[in-house]
C-alpha cells in the first residue's frame, strides 16, 4: 500500500480542523476537562468553590464558621461540708460527774376518789414543779407494774395498820423517802432538799438554813 504524499495529508488535516464541527468538539472538550480537574483551569479550585483560602488571596473576609468550637464544661467542684457549729459546755465538776444521777419518783393515783388524796397529790407536784426539780410520775391507776413496785417497796414500818399504803409516796431511785406527812414536814422546816437527798441550789432558803447551822 502507497503512502499518499506528504503535502496531501497535511491539507487534509487542516481541512477538518476548519470545519465547525471540530471547533465544537474542542471546545466541548476543553469545557468537560476543567469541569473534572477545575484546579488545572484559569482561577484554579479556589475560584470555583468559593473556597476561604481563595477569598484570603483576593483580600475577601471568608464566610462565618458554620459551628461553633466546643464548649469548656467545668466538673462541679465538690462541696464542702460546713464546719460543725462550736458550742461552749462548761466541764462538769469532778465531784458533780463521779456522783451517781438520782431520779425522784413520786407515785399517784390519777383515779383516786378520794379529795384529801388528790390535793395531796397536786401539792407535792406543784411544789417540785415551782422549785424546778427534775421528778417523774408514776401512776398506779393506770399501770399495774407501777402498783406492785410501790406495795412492795414501802417499808413495813411506813404501811397503815390495815390495808395496802396509799399515794403520793416519794422515792429517790429505790429508795424510799416517804409519803405527804413526811414531805409536808420537810417543807415546813425548809428542808426539802434533804428529805429528797439532793443539794440545796445556792440563794435558796434552806441553803442559807444550812450555812448558818454550820457557821
Not at 58 to 83: H, I, K, T, V
Not at 164 to 172: C, E, H, S, V
Amino acid at each position: 500500500m502507497t503512502r499518499p504524499p506528504p503535502h496531501r495529508t497535511s491539507r487534509v488535516v487542516r481541512r477538518e480542523l476548519a470545519s465547525p464541527l471540530s471547533f465544537f468538539s474542542l471546545f466541548l472538550s476543553f469545557f468537560f476537562f476543567l469541569t473534572i480537574f477545575p484546579s488545572s483551569g484559569p482561577g484554579g479550585a479556589d475560584c470555583w468553590a468559593g473556597s476561604p483560602v481563595s477569598a484570603a488571596r483576593r483580600g475577601e473576609a471568608g464566610p462565618p464558621a458554620a459551628s461553633r468550637p466546643p464548649s469548656r464544661r467545668l466538673s462541679p467542684s465538690p462541696r464542702r461540708a460546713a464546719p460543725p457549729a462550736h458550742t461552749h459546755r462548761p466541764a462538769p465538776h469532778p465531784a458533780a460527774a463521779s456522783a451517781p444521777s438520782m431520779v425522784i419518783k413520786v407515785y399517784i393515783a390519777s383515779s383516786s376518789g378520794s379529795t384529801a388524796i388528790k390535793k395531796q397529790q397536786q401539792d407535792v407536784l406543784g411544789f417540785l414543779e415551782a422549785n424546778k426539780i427534775e421528778f417523774e410520775e408514776k401512776d398506779i391507776a393506770a399501770n399495774e407494774e407501777n402498783r406492785k413496785w410501790m406495795r412492795e417497796n414501802v417499808p413495813e414500818d411506813s404501811r397503815p395498820a390495815s390495808g395496802n399504803p396509799l399515794p403520793p409516796r416519794l422515792f429517790n431511785d429505790s429508795r424510799y423517802l416517804g409519803d405527804y406527812e413526811a414531805f409536808f414536814e420537810a417543807r415546813e422546816n425548809n428542808a426539802v432538799y434533804a428529805f429528797l437527798g439532793l443539794t440545796a441550789p445556792p440563794g435558796s432558803k434552806e441553803a442559807e438554813a444550812l450555812a448558818k447551822q454550820q457557821a
